[in-house]
Structures are given as C-alpha cells and as structure tokens.
C-alpha cells in the first residue's frame, strides 16, 4: 500500500481494549497514522484507555456504555458521568432490540436519553451510535435531545432503511461503515445510497474478520478499496474523502 492511504486510513469505532495487544495494537496505528477511535463498552474501562491514548496523535478513546451490557451496568452511569467531562468522543452507547437484549430495552432508553442529555448540556461531543433494530426510537432520541446543539452522532454498522438513513442524515448523522456491511448486494447497495460527505469507515473490531483473521484497523484499507469499486473511483480518492470527513466531523 502507498504511504499516503497508509495515512489517510480512518477506523471510527474499534475496541482496542478488546485485543490481547492492546497497548501494541495502538502503538500499530500511531506507526501507521491510521485515525483509530477506542470504544469502550463500560465507563471501568476507561481511565486505562485514557491513560494510554491521551498523548497519541493519531488514537483516540470513546466513553461509553454499552446497550447490550446495560441490563447488568446500567448502575455504571455514575462512574460514566464522572468521566465525561474528560471524554471528547462518547460511545459505544445506543439501543439494542435484538432478540437477545431486548427485555432490557427499557431500562437502555433510560441510559441513552441519560447520555443524550448529559452530551447536550456539555456540547462539543462526538458519539458513536449503536441502533440494532431500534433506528426509530434511536433517531427520536437524537433529534429530541440534540437537535440545536453542536454535539454529532455517527450511527455505526447502521442497518436500517434508506427512509431512516434520509432521515438520518437530515438530522446530520454520520455513518461509519465496514467490510461486513459490504460483503452482501443489499448491504453494498444500500452504502451506495448513503451521502459520501458523511461517509466513514471502521472495523468494530474484534466483531468482524478480514478474511480468517480478526480485524485490525488497518483492515480499514479494504474497506476504502470496496467503497472506490463501488463508486468507480479509486483508493486514494476514497481515503481522502473519509478523511475530509473527519475533519469536518471533529473539527470544533
Ligand atoms: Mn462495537
């Protein structure tokens, strides 16, 4: 690969602190220049992440709490709140209806509107977004609470329709894209459909493999060769238009 995607690669939703080489796995991405955002599902996990990512260049860490953990932490939220004003990103946190979690749903949208009001109060946060089968209640609760204020959302491994990814994007979402939402016509289809000045790119790693391999960050780069296939463009182009992206996204 050529110096200049090598360090233009963006992965906006990894859990680093999932890996066995955690601390060697940031060190790679620092050495690759790869943009990597650290989510992590409990505010625990936190002043570890903080600690090791907090005079990196190129990673960065997300608070969070995450919706298929709630039913057991929702009582984290104290410990969560206590962090946020260290916190600039924020996630993983959202909503999950799937079968398995969906007896918690409740007491997620309790968490979730808790999150949304805190990042409204204290502005200027940048939240990675889970919304598994619950698009609707999740982009409610966005326009509810953050509508007007300077805080931005990036629905990750979004799954929802192309009605609710309009409507996603008129509330001036992001989404973070992967290779798994690649791997299939509709899902391919459906990424094509989405506006490219609001297009980035993640892992979830370790959710999803690159081949037989977990995914690392620098997995990405497959990611960005699908979307220039897709859109009949080439790599570098992709990457630097995810990379404009960010830069639009995090800047204040
Ligand atoms: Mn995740």
């Given at each position: 690969?050529?110096?200049?995607?090598?360090?233009?690669?963006?992965?906006?939703?990894?859990?680093?602190?999932?890996?066995?080489?955690?601390?060697?796995?940031?060190?790679?991405?620092?050495?690759?220049?790869?943009?990597?955002?650290?989510?992590?599902?409990?505010?625990?996990?936190?002043?570890r992440n903080h600690e090791l990512t907090r005079v990196t260049r190129h990673v960065r860490t997300a608070l969070g709490l995450h919706p298929q953990l709630v039913a057991e932490r929702a009582s984290e939220i104290d410990l969560w709140d206590q962090y946020l004003p260290e916190a600039r990103y924020v996630g993983e946190v959202g909503l999950d209806s799937g079968p398995k979690y969906y007896k918690s749903l409740p007491k997620q949208k309790e968490v979730f509107e808790h999150v949304l009001r805190r990042c409204a109060r204290a502005g200027n946060k940048i939240l990675t977004v889970h919304s598994v089968r619950s698009v609707t209640p999740v982009l409610d609760m966005v326009e509810q609470h953050l509508a007007n204020t300077d805080n931005r959302v990036v629905l990750?491994?979004?799954?929802?329709?192309?009605?609710?990814?309009?409507?996603?994007?008129?509330?001036?979402?992001?989404?973070?894209?992967?290779?798994?939402?690649?791997?299939?016509?509709?899902?391919?289809?459906?990424?094509?459909?989405?506006?490219?000045?609001?297009?980035?790119?993640?892992?979830?790693?370790?959710f999803t493999r690159s081949g037989a391999?977990?995914?690392?960050?620098?997995?990405?780069?497959?990611?960005?060769?699908?979307?220039?296939?897709?859109?009949?463009?080439?790599?570098?182009?992709?990457?630097?238009?995810?990379?404009a992206n960010l830069r639009d996204l995090i800047s204040d």
């Open positions: 690969m050529s110096r200049a995607v090598a360090s233009n690669l963006v992965d906006f939703h990894c859990h680093l602190d999932l890996y066995p080489d955690f601390e060697a796995l940031i060190a790679e991405c620092e050495e690759a220049r790869i943009f990597t955002l650290g989510v992590t599902t409990t505010p625990a996990a936190w002043p990750h491994w979004f799954t929802g329709t192309r009605k609710e990814a309009l409507r996603a994007a008129q509330l001036g979402c992001y989404f973070s894209v992967n290779g798994t939402m690649l791997s299939k016509p509709v899902g391919r289809e459906f990424v094509t459909s989405l506006p490219l000045a609001r297009l980035l790119t993640e892992t979830d790693g370790p391999e977990v995914a690392r960050p620098s997995d990405v780069l497959a990611t960005v060769d699908q979307l220039a296939v897709l859109r009949g463009t080439d790599r570098d182009e992709v990457a630097r238009l995810v990379r």
